[in-house]
């Protein structure tokens, strides 16, 4: 009796590399069955379902991919220089590319998302658990929702948050600034990448000064030549 073998991951780095049009290149890494991202000698692997229609948790973003490579890039010795745990909260995680990223680097990971994107987000945190630094924990939050927020605080404080292309559906933007101003002063960096097609930059401009970070024009288009 035979069976059908899993198609091996596809790879990140060699995919984008082979690339004649990166744009294309990324709609068709969203419609892999796993992606591998390659992080300090080690490597992610992370399974996406295009079938997860109840949330947009299903796939690997571009900007996770983009603020993945940013990150290790820029983190690594502020996260060396720090005696005890850096602790990271990641919002909308989705699949959990960014997060799982960030527990390869010794950083202490919180993964949060919506109650239909966890089954798939647990499952690829379970399959790389041999790879992390400290186990990640995953949470479920709805922003609007004082005991998930509460719940996402008793592993904090946090030193840094992150978030990627969080704000898709109609009562998102607001739902997301009033979490995030009511969270900001709480987290010593809060890192949101620049993406045309969300509001979260124009939401983080309006955060607390102390809480927010405004990349620089250099800062952005090097976020940017990840891509």
């Known amino acids: 009796m035979s069976s ?26 969203a419609n892999a069955k796993a992606v591998r991202f390659s992080v300090g000698g080690k490597h992610i692997d992370v ?22 490579r940013y990150l290790q890039k820029h983190l690594r010795k502020q996260v060396s220089r720090q005696l005890a745990d850096f602790k990271v909260v990641e919002l909308g995680a ?14 202490s990971v919180v993964l949060t998302d919506a109650p239909p994107a966890l089954p798939l987000l ?8 041999d790879k992390l630094t400290f186990p990640a924990k995953v949470l479920p939050l709805d922003w609007e929702s004082s ?14 948050l992150v978030a990627t292309d969080v704000v898709f559906a109609e009562r998102s933007p607001e739902a997301f600034k009033a979490f995030m101003t009511s969270v900001a002063e709480q987290f010593k ?36 030549r990840y891509r």
């Open 47 to 68: 399974t996406q379902d295009t079938a997860l229609h109840d949330c947009c948790g299903g796939i690997i973003w571009e900007t996770s991919f983009c603020l993945s």
């Open 147 to 160: 005991s998930d927020l509460n719940a996402v605080k008793e592993h904090g404080p946090f030193d840094l």
């Open 4 to 29: 059908e073998l899993e198609p091996l991951p596809v790879c990140f780095e060699s995919f984008l590399e082979e690339a004649i049009d990166r744009d294309e290149a990324f709609f068709e890494l």
């Open 122 to 129: 647990r499952r690829n945190v379970a399959e790389n658990a």
């Open 189 to 224: 960096v809060v890192r949101i990448p620049n993406s045309e097609r969300t509001a979260e930059v124009a939401i983080a401009e309006d955060l607390p000064h102390s809480a927010s970070t405004q990349e620089t024009e250099e800062e952005e288009d090097e976020l940017h």
């Open 94 to 107: 989705g699949c959990g590319l960014l997060g799982l990223v960030l527990s390869t680097m010794k950083c």
